[in-house]
């Protein structure tokens, strides 16, 4: 079968409140940078994205926040709800000749409590 | 909708018996990719096409194989599976579009089917 995975990061907050969940990226160059959603057994969907030549960006209920100084990407929630319980991958985007690659972080596990 | 679909949601193959997985979209993008998810990992990107043209990662084994016959198919083939291949094995789109503004190339956002769980006995 598969081998053992690795523990997530977990954060777990209550319903209600704000929720941070950060992403640090490798990449310099990188001039795209997407937030996925995955619940347990489905594909990853997106959620926010943003330019390098931004520093901000939202959404409903959602905030991307970008900082090119330290290479830093935060994803904020909003009141969080139960129904926001999944795990959330940050990715950079690469381009590379007319096609981009999509380098994603570990992720991190958002535990919503009743 | 347009979606991405991906079939059979969930396949059982037996050690070393060749198995297909298949992608289809009805986005009409031009890229297509296959990503390998294990538990608790992120997906790693096994290869994709743009347009006609396979662009293979450097680490993806011979063992995996894609075929991409038209616009909206896509099909990954594992050669030989072994215990190591059972994974999520995600599908992707993307589509390439100019900024006039600069004249350069860049993609769009890449949208994900659900993913075929795989299990090898």
């Known amino acids: 079968g598969e081998s053992v995975g690795l523990h997530l990061p977990t954060l777990s907050v209550q319903e209600g409140d704000n929720s941070i969940i950060n992403c640090a990226y490798s990449?310099?160059?990188?001039?795209?940078f997407i937030w996925y959603k995955q619940e347990s057994g489905k594909g990853p969907q997106f959620i926010i994205d943003?330019?390098?030549?931004?520093d901000k960006r939202q959404g409903q209920r959602v905030t991307v926040l970008l900082n090119k100084t330290v290479k830093h990407l935060s994803l904020q929630i909003a009141a969080t709800q139960p129904g926001d319980s999944a795990v959330y991958f940050c990715a950079e985007n690469i381009i590379g000749g007319a096609t981009n690659k999509l380098i994603f972080g570990t992720g991190t596990l958002l535990a919503v409590q009743p | 909708d347009a979606m991405v679909i991906q079939n059979p949601r969930y396949q059982v193959t037996q050690f070393g018996k060749p198995v297909t997985l298949s992608c289809s979209q009805t986005?009409?993008?031009?890229?297509m990719y296959w990503y390998q998810q294990k538990s608790s990992q992120a997906p790693k990107l096994l290869f994709h096409?743009?347009?006609?043209?396979?662009?293979n990662e450097a680490d993806t084994p011979d063992n995996f194989q894609s075929r991409r016959p038209n616009t909206s198919f896509c099909f990954l083939d594992i050669r030989s599976p072994g215990l190591g291949d059972a994974a999520m094995y995600l599908c992707?789109?993307?589509?390439?579009?100019?900024?006039?503004?600069?004249?350069?190339?860049?993609?769009?956002?890449?949208?994900f089917g659900p993913g075929t769980r795989l299990t090898v006995l």
């Open positions: 943003i330019r390098s030549n931004m």
């Open positions: 990449n310099s160059a990188s001039d795209y």
């Open positions: 096409y743009y347009d006609k043209d396979f662009n």
């Open positions: 992707a789109t993307s589509s390439t579009r100019l900024f006039w503004t600069s004249g350069g190339y860049s993609t769009d956002t890449q949208y």
């Open positions: 986005l009409n993008h031009n890229v």
